[in-house]
């Protein structure tokens, strides 16, 4: 993968000295990059004599602590620079050690500068080399070169990673086909609050790429790591001035455009790292990001399917939406530290990211009510056509801070970490405004492309003529707003011992104390008249891009203000109140882990304890006696989480490991509060009774580290399931009740493929082109019931597809960079209805991106972006593919800038 550089490894000299036994000492040093100075982390040291090796730590620090007297051989080992052996000798009371400043042999663009690609490339694969357990990282250095916006999507180009889309946005990350929601998230090490009202997964669009440094996703994880990581644990690292050589800066402007609505937007954002004091022991790192992005979706939607007259239909609605939206990201993190010493840190981390998203959606609506007839797969009839049309106006605020202080303490063969944490996110919706129109009458009509996912409604040919906004009259208009707010407080504490016994290799024991809350306070009113607004034709739209041809009038959000300093509003008490609710979890866990030398193994054994402590209250309504009344429920369990690691090294490019881990998923907060939530006939009811998700996995892998023939990965997991939970439709008498149950028991077997390589054996300047892949096959297996009491199903987990995969193809050469990348996902059941046909689905998804930039001179370069090049639309469908139930163009957007680094 890597070009190996026939110059020798240069080295210079850093060592501490530590009190020690009478007969021993503690050795030490840094390992930094030669050309830049650098630290570099991940370095595997090994001292083959006494069979210890340990990796450099992030500021490229090492240490073997209680060495006998002697002379030993130090071997430095790092993906894209040549091995280095030096020896050292050990007196005892003393180390002399020569500090290695490592020659980092990329491919040379220049004299001065190497492959930017391969750097972060490297940076990445030795953090995941080093690793005890299956981990993947993606390196800050990398964000740039690839167009994302957010961290979900950077982190959608790791193998077995696929995301959940909003309006075409990378939102939450799906870990080997795993609801997001079984994963946990943290920045620091510091689990985050969750700003949304019924997901327990951290919005990953609501943090902005340029605020982090490094994304790591660790898929099996050890007893020290949180256990609620089912999918699996991602630890978002933000940057720290000691990641540096001295003071950086770095400054970008971009122009952002969407194509579909042809509005323009903005981004800017840069970072200043420094150190300073006597010693440069203090360090300060602050980063900013802001942005606007103006774009849109068009949209169409179908009620579920039946079959009439030997062919599919729209059993009830088809609608037709058109979004109009602006976000606008902000993202602030600062980071002052104190290290007197190598084996002191003391840190205060703070970060606030906010995202608003302020949305404009224009529907109509056409039910079949009458009977169908010219009934074909391409189109049909329908004599009694009822159509509605509506206008949703709102603002969305996510904000989400995290606050941390802490340290990290070494004495002698003893290591301390500890944090205490504070996490706060928000939902704030501080209006969202609907108006609803009712056609006076019934139409017939015709849809065409009735099997495809565009379908086409025609205008009406009997009854009354429906693209008359003067048909339309007032039904309903309504004024809400919600806040949703959840705090995290924890408190962490971690503590190792390590060993020089040629076994043992160290112990380490620790816990967490969580507490944290979750509260929803929901308020609604609505217009007690329709003094001048009976009619849609007083609020006409007459702009609109109208993709899907659809006949009905739009509306022109004028009507709100219209509304608000004119009509009469009554509160809506009973949707202001079902709504509302507060749930308290407060978790605490303790584990001891220890690692052992077995022969050429290295294992890790040890395990978690969990005990979660919940109670939640809120309110339910009986529609037969008008009344609104206090639920309130409790619970508690404690869970014991086993595990095992193994890891072998075969050589110096191959790596083997294996393990045995036990994980659980604690029910989402939408899914346990109690009350009942009531649109219409359509009913929404938790169940505070769910037990936890609880999972028995299975992990082995192998991955190839050659500088000749590349990085090739591959990994075998299976994970064992109880308790899934999954969501539940079905009809009570006229209503549409959603509620969630645990299912009995499933399985999800899958293979991870990946490969990377520098192609620099090819001549002149296509040496500069590297290549990226990964694939990821599951498949898996869940016995669920169907809603109303319904048969006994075997489906696949909810949002698990059967492939995932990623592909990218880069070219880098003297001053020049340009990459294309295509990420794909399979279908996934997203749904379970009381019959096959009623199952929803989500379709495959394949979308490509580009990116370019040009260097031009003093760490100035220019950039451009394209984003889903070919305009992939997200689809879903009931049952088979091509019955629709979902398609939404977001069409291409991109964006052109400037970066500046010092």
């Known amino acids: 993968m890597y070009s190996i550089s026939k110059q020798s490894l240069i080295y210079t000299a850093s060592c501490l000295i530590l009190a020690g036994a009478v007969s021993a000492a503690d050795l030490t040093g840094y390992v930094t990059d030669q050309k ?7 370095v595997k040291v090994t001292l083959p004599e006494l069979k210890l090796d340990t990796t450099t730590s992030r500021s490229g620090y090492y240490s073997f602590s209680g060495i006998d007297a002697g002379e030993y051989t130090v071997v430095f080992d790092y993906i894209g620079a040549n091995k280095n052996v030096i020896k050292a000798a050990v007196s005892e009371t003393h180390a002399e050690l020569t500090d ?7 491919y040379e663009l220049t004299d001065f500068e190497v492959s930017a690609y391969e750097s972060a490339n490297a940076k990445a694969l030795n953090l995941q080399r080093s690793s005890e357990n299956l981990r993947n990282v993606v390196s800050a250095d990398l964000f740039g070169q690839f167009a994302d916006t957010n961290a979900a999507e950077a982190l959608n180009r790791l193998p077995g990673i696929s995301v959940e889309r909003d309006q075409g946005e990378g939102r939450f990350v799906i870990i080997r086909g795993i609801d997001p929601n079984l994963n946990s998230v943290a920045i620091d090490g510091v689990t985050l609050a969750a700003p949304s009202a019924g997901e327990r997964s951290t919005l990953l669009d609501t943090i902005p790429i340029e605020v982090l440094n490094t994304l790591e996703v660790t898929k099996a994880v050890t007893p020290d790591q949180p256990g609620d990581s089912i999918g699996g644990y991602i630890n978002l690292r933000t940057p720290s001035a000691f990641d540096f050589d001295g003071r950086a800066a770095n400054l970008s402007s971009a122009l952002l455009y969407s194509d579909l609505v042809d509005e323009a937007g903005y981004k800017f954002n840069g970072f200043y790292a420094d150190t300073f004091g ?5 360090g300060l790192f602050l980063s900013f990001v802001n942005s606007e992005r103006t774009f849109g979706s068009d949209n169409v939607e179908s009620d579920e399917w039946v079959e009439e007259g030997g062919s599919w239909v729209p059993d009830d609605t088809i609608e037709y939406r058109e979004y109009d939206l602006v976000r606008e990201r902000t993202g602030l993190s600062a980071a002052i530290e104190y290290k007197p010493s190598e084996d002191r840190l003391f840190f205060l981390r703070t970060s606030y990211n906010e995202y608003t998203d302020t949305e404009v959606r224009d529907l109509s609506a056409s039910s079949f009510a009458g009977d169908f007839s010219g009934v074909s797969d391409s189109s049909f ?8 049309v509506e206008l949703k106006e709102r603002e969305e605020n996510m904000r989400i801070f995290v606050t941390s202080i802490g340290g990290e303490q070494t004495f002698s063969d003893w290591s301390v970490n500890y944090t205490l944490a504070y996490s ?15 056609a006076d009458g019934t139409s017939s009509g015709t849809v065409s492309n009735a099997s495809g996912y565009q379908p086409h409604l025609g205008g009406a040919t009997a009854g009354v003529d429906y693209s008359d906004p003067s048909i339309f009259e007032f039904d309903e208009l309504t004024i809400g707003d919600q806040l949703v707010e959840e705090t995290d407080i924890s408190g962490k504490l971690d503590v190792k011992r390590d060993f020089n016994d040629g076994v043992l290799r160290y112990v380490k024991f620790g816990g967490i104390a969580r507490a944290k809350t979750k509260e929803s306070d929901f308020d609604q009113r609505s217009a007690d008249d329709d003094t001048g607004i009976e009619t849609a034709n007083l609020f006409r739209q007459s702009s609109r891009r109208n993709p899907f041809h659809r006949p009905t009038p739009s509306l022109d959000t004028g009507i709100f203000n219209y509304a608000e300093g004119n009509l009469l509003f009554v509160d809506d008490v009973v949707d202001s109140t079902i709504e509302d609710y507060e749930t308290d979890e407060d978790v605490l866990a303790a584990y001891l882990m220890a690692s052992f030398n077995i022969g050429e193994w290295e294992l890790i054994a040890g395990a978690r304890v969990e005990h979660t402590d919940f109670s939640t209250e809120g309110f339910a309504y009986d529609e037969d006696t008008d009344t609104i009344s206090d639920v309130k429920f409790d619970k508690d369990y404690t869970n014991l989480l086993p595990g095992i690691h193994l890891r072998r090294e075969f050589g110096d490019e191959l790596v083997a490991r294996a393990s045995w881990t036990n994980t659980i998923a604690r029910p989402t907060f939408d899914q346990s509060r109690p009350g009942i939530e009531r649109e219409g006939n359509e009913v929404t009811r938790g169940n505070p009774d769910l037990d936890p998700y609880e999972s028995m996995n299975f992990d082995a892998s192998l991955q190839y580290y050659s500088q000749d023939y590349g990085v090739f990965g591959f990994a075998v997991f299976y994970k064992d399931i109880e308790n899934f939970i999954y969501e539940q439709t079905f009809d009570v008498g006229p209503d549409e009740v959603t509620t969630f149950e645990n ?7 899958g293979v991870e493929l990946s490969y990377s390589k520098q192609l620099d054996f090819l001549p002149g300047a296509f040496r500069g082109l590297s290549v990226q892949a990964n694939l990821t096959l599951t498949d898996s297996e ?7 009491g319904g048969e006994m199903a075997q489906i696949s987990f909810l949002r698990q597809s059967d492939m995932i995969g990623n592909l990218s193809l880069a070219w880098e050469y003297d001053r020049y960079y340009l990459r294309i990348s295509g990420s794909y996902r399979d279908d996934y059941l997203d749904e379970l209805g009381e019959e096959s046909y009623q199952d929803r689905y989500v379709d495959d998804f394949f979308q490509v991106d580009l990116y370019g930039s040009i260097r031009l001179y003093n760490g100035v370069s220019v950039f451009a972006e394209v984003n889903n090049l070919f305009n992939e639309p997200l689809r879903a469908y009931w049952g088979e593919s091509g019955r629709l139930a979902q398609h939404e163009e977001y069409g291409v957007s991109g964006s052109v800038g400037v970066k500046w680094r010092f």
Do not use: C, H, M
């Open 424 to 438: 706060r996110a928000e939902e704030e919706t501080p209006y969202d405004r609907e108006v609803i129109y009712e």
């Open 278 to 282: 006597a010693e440069k022991e203090w």
């Open 36 to 42: 830049s100075g650098n630290a570099l982390e991940g």
């Open 782 to 788: 869940a016995d669920a019931q169907r809603p109303d």
């Open 100 to 106: 290695v400043a490592l020659t980092l042999s990329f």
């Open 743 to 749: 299912g009995e028991s499933g399985d999800i077997l």
């Open 381 to 388: 009839n329908n004599d009694e056509i009822e159509s509605v």
